[in-house]
């Protein structure tokens, strides 16, 4: 069980739920973390980061049919605990809704809170396509030869501006190796994204010399320390024999390949551990199997496990301690935050750069005589005979960025793991460092003395706790300063994280905190703005957050006041990471208009100031426009619907009446009804005769009110989607019938229409084989 809340429900009711599922958010692992937080500190985690979120459902784009359930407590660099929330709106998962909040060890201070999510959910929860056709479109999606398709979910997809009513598919492919999660729209039929489980990348592979590696006590290549660490053939049992001596040295030998690959992921679990405070790949005291004898010049992370092939030339397996460590870097970054792996080309790129910190990191950690620490990726086999395949201190030796720019999204992953590379390695050695090769910044900036490799990857892992959907290296940048003033007193390693984004072209972002030495907090209001008529009221919540060092004494007042507007606070005094509530008391004289009143907190150490717009008294009526969905694709002779709704901006309701303009002939626009008040919502038909011409017909509709006109396009396509492939009749299929299949016989569960050509066996949620 996992401790679960709904914003706007009472707070007593969400702290119960969390002190009585505590059990389960501590529950003991087999392999502990140094000063891992007892009940106490865990317990004050929980309850601080419930009631931050409880007063700061705006900031967390919560609906109010939002729920969040603690999915993970990882514990981070010198105890930082980091929470995971994940988002369900009206019961469905919702995809890049995870909030991350990060505390100091005792729990009581909160450090960061992230969400990808970056509008609040406003969908309808009832879908258009039906499971059978998102199945469709998303084994065409994978482009090749489908081995599975799993059942179509209902999910939100909220990682983008807008979000989304989808279905999640999940196809596996037959000829490669690819677990790809397929996002359909459910209400138009389009791919909105998609991701990969699986990471493939190429390495190369070496032996570690001889080496001690824990096994079982009955001579199986199973590691009893490390739960889930294992290694074996592409069966996926681990290898077994009768005495404990493993390998006889050969390059093509399978031991042996398991004897580097065990070694690497032991020593990368111990680095972990050690330096930076996480227990296990998924951070909660788990490690996954490796398999070694891939026939393929290739090694990859399979979401479950890591596969291991061999070089080019078939003379060694690729099991040295970079690639083991780069393929379990990929689940490392799958498990921390929220969202998994992500989609997109940057994304990608930063997550095939935490593979070769991972493998720089356990390098350094292993110390090993056979393989030297270095910032090269799989430097020691010549995998095609071009020597190593990445060079983080200058990827632009192998035709990769040095920088970041505006093409990394476009992209192809590896090569897009170069500026983050680039970057690490300025934090961790800079641009001269004794006895290792210089790096050049990219912004032409002054010489960068770097930390040593131990910070940087503290402060690397430390900001990956805290990632959200979507990742991008502006996301990082913000997430790594963070890590810096949380990790350390005074500013040294903050500059020179700061120094090292700069020196690859990721400038400065909004939200990013300055370094001070001293005691800081943040502050919000929420709601920021309000409205009310002479002789009213207008209140706010003023929340702080404590942002680096320790609570401090914070006292509130407010200045621009209007003529006759009074402010109080309750309490006026408050401690940082606590909050208050302003009231504005306004009379009957009060100045009518918009007033901009400055609200500051002065500090013991810190002052901070934020802005409450106030309106007073009589404002323009105006209304917004909304069409869902915005486009449809039709045969000719079918028709289509969408719904057009208005939402009130400022001032009152007014009568609106809809019209359409720009409809082709033989199209037909109707709503129902035909004039509403703003605030409401029409019902559009767009119907098409038989004769309508074939193509793509952008449609305004007009919404005509008393003292404001807002119009809004529809995109109909008659005939054809954009993609160019010609439509065919759907397949209407009732419960009880029975077809067949490549020789076998299906039977429906339910009705519901398909497109020709599909296969039964793929849904089986909707066919039974019989």
Sequence with gaps: MNPRLRLGAAATLALALITSTLAGATSAQAMQVADPPGPDERRNALTTATSLMLAEPAALKAAAQDEFTL??????????????????????????????????????????????????????????????????????????????????????????????????????????????????????????????????????????????????PSYTMRDPNRPGVQCGGQNGQPFTKTTDTWGNGSGTNMETACVDALYGAQKQWDMMREWLGRNGVNGSGGGYPARVGLSAVNAYWYGSYANFGRNQAGSSQLTSIDVVAHEFGHGVFQFSGGGGAGSGN??????????????????????????????????????????????????????????????????????????????????????????????????????????????????????????????????????????????????????????????????????????????EFSMTLNPASGSTQPGGTATTTVSTTVTSGSAQSITLRASGLPSGVTASFSPATIQAGQSSTLTLTTSANSPQGAHAITVTADGADVDRTATYNLQLGEVADDFSVTVTPSSASVQPGSSATTTLATQITSGDAQSVALTASGAPAGVTVTFSPQTINSGQSSTVTVATTANVTPGTYPITLNADGVSVDRTATFTLTVGSDQGGDAWAPWTPYAAGDVVTHQGSSYRCLQAHTSLPGWEPNLVPALWQRI
């Design 71 to 216: 999915s993970s407590a990882v514990t981070g660099v010198r105890g930082l605990q980091f929470l995971t929330y994940s988002r369900t709106h009206q019961g469905l998962p919702v995809y890049g809704g995870d909030v991350v909040v990060g505390t100091d060890e005792s729990g009581a201070v909160v450090n960061t809170v992230t969400t990808g999510q970056r509008a609040t959910i406003d969908v309808s929860v009832k879908a258009r396509v039906t499971a059978a056709a998102a199945a469709v479109a998303a084994r065409k999606h994978l482009g090749t030869e489908a081995a599975s398709v799993a059942t179509p979910k209902l999910v939100v997809h909220a990682a983008t501006a807008t979000p989304k009513l989808t279905w999640e598919v999940v196809v596996t492919a037959a000829d490669r190796p690819s677990i790809l999660h397929v996002f359909v729209d459910a209400r138009t039929g389009k791919v909105v994204d998609s991701w990969d489980e699986v990471r493939a990348g190429t390495g190369n592979g070496h032996h570690v010399g001889t080496v001690s590696i824990d096994t079982t």
């Design 346 to 519: 940057e994304a990608g790129g930063l997550n095939e750069s935490t593979g070769d910190i991972f493998g720089a990191l356990t390098e350094a950690y292993a110390n090993n005589a056979s393989d030297p620490a270095d910032y090269l990726v799989g430097e020691k086999v010549n995998l095609a005979g071009n020597g190593p395949i990445r060079n983080m201190y200058n990827p632009q030796a192998l035709n990769h960025p040095n920088c970041y720019s505006a093409q990394i999204p476009n992209t192809e992953v590896h090569a897009a793991a170069g500026p983050q590379n680039h970057w690490f390695y300025l934090v961790a050695e800079g641009t001269n460092p004794a006895g290792k090769p210089a790096s050049t910044r990219c912004d032409g900036g002054g010489a960068i003395t770097g930390i040593g490799i131990r910070k940087a990857g503290e402060i690397f892992m430390t900001g990956l706790n805290a990632k959200t959907q979507p990742w991008t290296h502006a996301k990082a940048r913000v997430a790594t300063l963070n890590a810096a003033r949380t990790l350390y007193t005074g500013c040294a390693e903050y500059n020179v994280v700061k120094a090292a984004w700069d020196g690859i072209n990721v400038r400065p972002q909004a939200g990013e905190q300055p370094c001070n030495q001293g005691n």
